[in-house]
């Protein structure tokens, strides 16, 4: 029998992160990095992504850059070669990449009826579409090798109604069945060694959300009271909180796990505020 904290080890396994320069994706590239994975970081952001791969050889370990977009297929496929050219295989792919537009957040005296479609279309695009692609690229390559994992990052919007941002809330909805779906497919298709879930980070404190939770000098904006308050714990979330599941997810540890998605959130999905 495997030693359970074997099971754990990620060690010499090639890791793709979108979105591997952005507040979460950066630490948890960093985090798969110092439990032993090689991690290409792919980001539009390549001064960024290369803050996060010099970080992660400081500290002993492996990783490259890319600069892509992840709604470019021939840019994707590139960097899928460039992987396969470095280090032979892809066994982890983290789908970080996305978050919400200013365009497509409902300001607090519109209402739905104004909102730009673009504005929609734009945020769907980047946060569904924008984890469709790279597990074509990139997941073709583990369902050759029939092993890998797949962990897609998902939100609180999928699951509860959160008021003035209906875009992103409809995209996450999507990664999450897509996520299921893909499970599905790929265990029964191709490898029962092949799986895909997600993570539901709750509220943490990034560039896209900072004025709505955050006033100038650091204060609760009156949304951020609200979040708190629905959070049994009392915080918002720090990007090192979700490194122990995304591991767990992405190790052997989950190998009878497919298809979840696992909140991380402090207890807000779980709070009915009484």
């Known amino acids: 029998m495997e030693s359970a904290w074997k099971a754990f080890d990620v060690s010499g396994r090639v890791a793709v992160v979108t979105g591997g320069a ?24 390549e001064a960024g992504a290369a803050e996060v791969a010099d970080a992660i050889t400081r ?5 490259m850059v890319a600069a ?11 960097v899928r070669d460039a992987v396969l050219d470095r280090w032979g295989r892809i066994d982890i792919l983290l789908n970080a990449a996305g978050g919400n537009m200013a365009e497509a957040t409902l300001r607090p005296d519109g209402t739905f009826f104004n909102l730009p479609v673009e504005a929609f279309d734009s945020t769907v695009r980047l946060n569904l579409i924008g984890t469709v692609l790279p597990t074509q690229i990139f997941g073709e390559v583990m369902a050759a090798q029939k092993k890998g994992a797949i962990v897609n990052v998902s939100s609180m919007t999928a699951m509860r109604a959160i008021s003035r941002v209906v875009a992103y809330s409809a995209a996450k909805a999507g990664v999450e069945n897509f996520t299921r779906w893909m499970a599905v497919e790929l265990a029964t298709r191709f490898s029962p060694e092949l799986r895909v879930n997600a993570i539901a980070p709750g509220f ?3 560039r896209q959300n900072r004025d709505l939770l955050l006033d100038a000098d650091g204060s609760l904006t009156e949304r951020g009271r609200r979040i708190i308050e629905h959070t049994p714990m009392g915080r918002f979330g ?11 997810l992405c190790s052997d540890a989950s190998k009878f796990v497919t298809g ?8 807000f999905s779980i709070f009915s505020g009484i």
Do not use: M, N, Q, Y
């Open 22 to 45: 952005g507040v979460l994706g950066s630490v948890i590239a960093r985090g798969l990095g110092e439990a032993g994975a090689k991690v290409c970081i792919l980001d539009l952001d």
């Open 260 to 267: 979840v998605v696992v909140p991380i959130d402090g207890g």
């Open 59 to 63: 500290d002993g370990g492996e990783a």
């Open 68 to 78: 892509a977009s992840v709604l470019d297929r021939e840019a994707l496929e590139k």
């Open 238 to 248: 720090e990007p090192e909180d979700l490194v122990g599941t995304v591991i767990w």
């Open 204 to 206: 943490f404190v990034g």
